[in-house]
């Protein structure tokens, strides 16, 4: 049985831990990546995911490595999505039971 991911947490909550750790405001993170304020605003609200681009963008202005980025997208997205997950499973239990029931 596959292990459910306890909590979550949205990289943009990382993304500003890292901005207070270097006294950086969400402008001088925009002007770093070269994208504009609202869009970097958007990412620390988790309103837009982290793409490759962006993953790399942030690990060179962070020091960090871009699959930590994604890894932190992916997490929170699998996180997000559980419900549909356990739908999925259930119907398909449901459709062995029934199979195993015709034969």
């Known amino acids: 049985m596959e292990q459910k991911i306890a909590e979550a ?11 207070e750790a270097r006294g950086w405001k969400q402008s001088d993170l925009a002007m770093i990546l070269g994208r504009s304020r609202p869009k970097v605003n958007e ?6 995911a982290i793409t490759l681009r962006t993953a790399k963008e942030l690990a060179a202005a962070f020091g960090t490595s871009a699959q930590v980025w994604l890894n932190l997208e992916t997490q929170w997205q699998l996180w997000r999505d559980q419900t549909t997950e356990d739908a999925v499973a259930r119907r398909a239990r449901l459709h ?3 199979v195993a029931a015709r034969e």
């Open 9 to 19: 947490f949205p990289p943009g909550e990382y993304i500003e831990d890292e901005l």
């Open 43 to 48: 990412l620390i609200k988790g309103k837009r």
């Open 96 to 98: 062995e039971a029934a």
